[in-house]
């Protein structure tokens, strides 16, 4: 069975649910073309990294779910220091999430130049899932009525949505588990009405 990227789950609301991700390492490729191309442009070279195309030769588990997300676009730096984020038009960002146990000394790098290995810091973030196609049409559709839900609920987003595929693509489209996953600010500044419980692992 594919390991599943760990996180706990801190709050339900009706739309969403408020999740801690620990530390993660992440290789990640960024690629040109639609939202529905990019992930089979980026899927090969990143299953090549696992596959033993990298220094050590070595093999490295799949882990789910692949994530995507817009490529940041960064304005020129001038005086005084300023920098400015926004979505890159047709460029995208895909990643393998790397096994639990590794670190950045202990995981093989790739021999693509193309991929890199980061460590993603402990987040929360609101994650909304939903079954169906990986279309564009569907993951605005979701994102726009999570950013909805998360901003009456009291939240400040804190960074770039992602879009997270946790099937193979043989998988029926209508037993596909998707979702956006949105990362947030502190929940203290949330709903004090929603009812926290114990934490669980991914499905």
């Known amino acids: 069975m594919t390991e599943q990227q760990p996180y706990d789950v801190l709050a339900r609301f009706p739309d969403f649910e408020l999740r801690r991700y620990p530390a993660h390492l992440i290789a990640e490729v960024e690629v040109g073309g639609s939202f529905a191309d990019a992930g089979n442009r980026a899927f090969g070279l990143l299953v090549g990294f696992i596959s033993g195309r990298n220094t050590a030769r070595a093999k ?28 890159a ?21 790739p021999t693509d130049r193309r991929i890199t290995v ?37 939240f400040d987003v804190a960074a770039t949505p992602r879009f997270a595929r946790f099937d193979p693509p043989w998988t029926p489209w209508f037993l596909r588990r998707n979702e956006v996953v949105l990362p947030v600010g502190d929940p203290a500044s949330a709903d004090p009405r929603t009812r926290p419980i114990a934490g669980k692992p991914a499905a």
């Open 118 to 154: 980061r460590e993603v810091p402990t987040q929360l973030a609101a994650a909304r899932t939903f079954t169906g196609r990986w279309t564009e049409e569907s993951f605005r559709e979701h994102l726009a009525a999570l950013r909805a839900a998360t901003q009456a609920a009291g």
């Open 60 to 87: 490295v588990a799949m882990t789910a779910p692949v994530v995507q997300e817009a490529a940041p676009r960064r304005i020129a730096m001038t005086s005084p220091v300023l920098q400015q984020q926004a979505d």
């Open 89 to 109: 038009p047709g460029r995208h960002v895909v990643s393998f999430v790397m096994p639990t146990g590794y670190t950045v000394d202990t995981l093989p790098e």
